[in-house]
């Protein structure tokens, strides 16, 4: 573990320049009494690292030195493909393998490559959830992809809210984690087809003694763009009819995104008296509908089904009540 540190410590310098004490152990994850004595060590090795004194001073190496010491271990290699994506990596458990990784990375470029490195990430960020939303808490995360990792058959039991919301127990054969939109997704085989499981609606979660056999065609990349294209574009079964103002046809993009508001545009009737139009709204779930439709407030009236009309009337009227 020191080993690693002191070569983390090592390569931060050489890609950086001189750093405080203080600095490197937030970077390290240690405290700065952890870095004196790491300083001293490599020192004591013969790498030409010194300190300059002052508010702006801090640890650097000599002019002209750098190290070779940027060989990647296993798991800083699986862990590549997440070195854009740093809170998807700690989700996975793989923060600290992922840092490393891009660390010695960069200390393996040529100076103007690891210079263009370095622009690219000052200049460009990816933050992958909605606006005004926080990342759905995960706690099965790591235990699915440890599964999936290992190929294990796993039984979960999973929240689900239709046909009929309750909770059921699967046994799926996992052969992918997707993220969409800051949502986690396993895609997994069960007794037919894959299918997909959004994480944060599994309750529990328990490997098996048994192996996945994956299939060799499958490919998890054209598999999932398929999968969008046909929930986006397919007729779903379940739909509600509702009553919108002019405002609340307007609020449509902005309530449900952009294509589902195109589909729904499409099944507005003509304007009544009141300049208010009938409309068929995917119903993905009855609570997922209401979330929605709520947000339009007093533009929208819930027509059908029934149990949507049911809960949306409970809801408003518990909410009038706290007013």
Known sequence: MRASRLVSLLLLLQN???MSASRLAAELGVTARTVYRDVEALAAAGVPIYAEPGPSGGYQLMDGYRTRLTGLTADEAESLFLTG?????????LGAQVAAAELKLTAALPTPYRDASTRIRQRFHLDAPGWYREADPVPQLLAAAEALWRDQVVEVRYRRWSPRPGVVTRRLHPLGLVLKAGVWYLVAAG??????YRVTN?????????QVIRPDAFDLAEFWRAHVERYEAADIDETAVVRLSPAG????PDILGPKAARLVSHTLEPADAEGWRRATVPLESVPHAAAGLLRLGADAQVLEPAELVAHMGRTIRAMARLY
């Open 16 to 18: 950086r320049g001189r």
């Open 85 to 93: 994506l740093p809170q998807p990596a700690a989700e996975l458990g």
């Open 249 to 252: 046809i307007a609020a449509l």
């Open 202 to 210: 599994i309750v529990a979660l328990t490997p098996l003694d048994e």
């Open 191 to 196: 007794r037919s087809e894959p299918r997909t």
